[in-house]
């Protein structure tokens, strides 16, 4: 979501699969489509649900999880329960081989549920669809060396001094 000169649209993207030759392809290709939707894509592989928990657990957010259903002990359904009782309400995309978990994917409040092998257009119109989602709830702003997500509603006013943008909100 695009702001002030200095601003371009952010999103922190987490990728969640056992299979380790997929998480490199699939970042991969999420890097791809992010670049030329101009989005600056910050990516995070995990092998576990187990170690995307902990990562959660330790303060860190995303905007989109990429699951993988299949996984270890730990299955991506499960994993996205845990997510949604620890009160993370990103979007959740459950990827996987086989159609036969759909409907248990979608009591975990999936945004999307996809068959792999992942198509290129599936990955843009997922990130499409995700940041004009965004552009209507929220703004995201580069903070540091990361970014803030604030809500639209929160927002009191907005300044510029300079070239520094400063949002003030309730």
């Known amino acids: 979501i695009a702001f002030g000169a200095e601003m371009e649209r952010h999103m922190k993207i987490w990728i969640c699969d056992d299979a380790p030759g997929f ?5 991969k290709l999420v890097l791809q489509q ?3 939707l ?5 990516v995070r592989t995990f092998a576990s649900g187990e ?6 657990q330790a303060g860190h957010q995303a905007d989109v999880i990429f699951l993988d259903i299949l996984m270890g002990e730990l299955n991506g359904i499960d994993t996205a329960m845990a997510l949604r009782e620890m009160g993370v309400e990103t979007h959740i995309v459950f990827i996987t081989s086989t159609p036969d978990y759909a409907i248990e994917g979608y009591k975990a409040k999936a945004f999307r549920y996809i068959l792999k092998p992942i198509r290129i257009d599936t990955v843009r ?3 499409e669809e995700i940041l004009e989602e965004g552009r209507e709830d ?7 060396k990361s970014s803030l997500s604030v809500q639209k509603e929160d927002i009191v006013y907005i300044e510029r001094i300079n070239r520094k943008t400063i949002i003030h909100t309730q």
């Open 23 to 27: 998480l490199e392809e699939y970042k």
């Open 34 to 36: 992010a670049e030329e």
């Open 38 to 42: 101009c989005l600056h894509a910050e």
């Open 51 to 56: 170690e995307i928990l902990s990562y959660a």
């Open 125 to 127: 119109t997922l990130l």
């Open 138 to 144: 929220s703004l995201v702003v580069p903070h540091g």
